[in-house]
Every structure is written in C-alpha cells, then in structure tokens.
T-cell receptor, first 113, second 112 residues
C-alpha cells in the first residue's frame, strides 16, 4: 500500500516567488490535511478537506496561502508571494474517515531566502 | 479549543531502560488519543492510539494509559533500543470534528 506522497521533498526559492507543494493521499482516504511544522510552533493544521471539499481553513495564516483539491488523488498548497517566515516543513496527511488515524507523508522542507 | 501539553521536551535513557512521556489535554470532549513517532527527515508515523472507552492499551514494548478524570495520557516504552530514538508527539481529537491537536513533541535519545 503506497503511503501519502508529497513533492517536492525540498524547495529553496527566493522571497516573492510562488511556491506550489503537492500531495497524493492514500487511495480511498476521504480526508486530507495540510500541516506546517516549525521549531517554534510545532505542528499546526492549516486546512483540511473532506471528499475534495475544504472544510476548515481557519489555520491558513494569510491570504498568501491557498489550497485546492481538484480530485480525490491530488491536492496542492500554494504560497504567493512567499516570505522568509514561511520557511518550514509542510506535511500532508490523509485518513479514511473522521474516526480513523491520520497517515502522514514525509513532508516538503521549504526554505525561502 | 483543545490545548495539549507534553512533557518532557527532551528525554535521554540508557538502552534497556524504560521511557515515559506524558500529555495533558483540556477538552473533556476529546475521545481519541494517538501517539506518533517522527524520525529525522520523515513524517510522523502512528505507533499506538487509545480511545476514551479504555484505560490502557499495549503493543509489544509500547503501552499507552489514559486517565479521563485527570485528562492525561502517557506513552510507555520498555526495554528501549537505540532505534527508539526519535521525536514523539501526542495528540487529541474531540468526539466531534476532525482536527487533531498535537503536543509540542518529546525528543527521545536512547544511549547504547
């Protein structure tokens, strides 16, 4: 069984550039979550989807952040324009339904110079 | 909302000794408590979980206990091995909604 797949694994870019992070959830999982992990704030939930529909985006820090899920097997998290304080590891996770554990991908380490 | 506190932030033990990590939560409506292990460069991986209708669950060298009255739960690792070295996160989820609230993590080092 393939796990959650994220790409790229590492991204280094200059501030002001657009950044797009990608996630493929586990097949059959109806929920998809985007998290950000930093030393200062730990794991923060940014947004989650149920059946491709955004349910709670209250964790999205600013309008510069947006997320989409065009189909059950793909989601993107976009930052435009990016800033140095966006540097973090971004994780995608999925779960089969609301009562099941979340399975995480290996993350995208983002560095904004 | 829910507030999950985790202690200690770092823990070093000798190989073969036990390790205990503790978490408290604030929302009495929380009913599901998973524990995740995160190795360097990897995402958190679920290692054990417990639901509020049981007080203890064990899986080989790993056990989790839950005290609903006191609103705390703990991870116990016995006979620790160097490969147990990682960052461990606790989490809590309410019986309504799908959001997990994570602790701040415990960096465990097992000294050979």
């Amino acid at each position: 069984d393939a796990g959650v797949i994220q790409s790229p694994r590492h991204e280094v870019t200059e501030m002001g550039q657009e950044v797009t992070l990608r996630c493929k959830p586990i097949s059959g999982h109806d929920y998809l979550f985007w998290y950000r992990q930093t030393m200062m704030r730990g794991l923060e939930l940014l947004i989650y989807f149920n059946n491709n529909v955004p349910i709670d985006d209250s964790g999205m820090p600013e309008d510069r952040f947006s997320a989409k899920m065009p189909n059950a097997s793909f989601s993107t998290l976009k930052i435009q324009p990016s800033e140095p304080r966006d540097s973090a590891v971004y994780f995608c996770a999925s779960s089969r339904d609301a009562g099941q554990p979340q399975h995480f991908g290996d993350g995208t380490r983002l560095s904004i110079l | 909302g829910e507030n999950v506190e985790q202690h200690p932030s770092t823990l070093s033990v000798q190989e073969g000794d036990s390790a205990v990590i503790k978490c408290t939560y604030s929302d009495s409506a929380s009913n599901y408590f998973p524990w995740y292990k995160q190795e360097l460069g990897k995402g958190p991986q679920l290692i054990i979980d417990i639901r509020s209708n049981v007080g203890e669950k064990k899986d080989q060298r790993i056990a989790v206990t839950l005290n609903k009255t006191a609103k705390h739960f703990s991870l116990h690792i016995t006979e620790t091995q160097p490969e147990d070295s990682a960052v461990y996160f606790c989490a809590a989820r309410r019986n309504t909604g799908n959001q997990f609230y994570f602790g701040t993590g415990t960096s465990l080092t097992v000294i050979p």
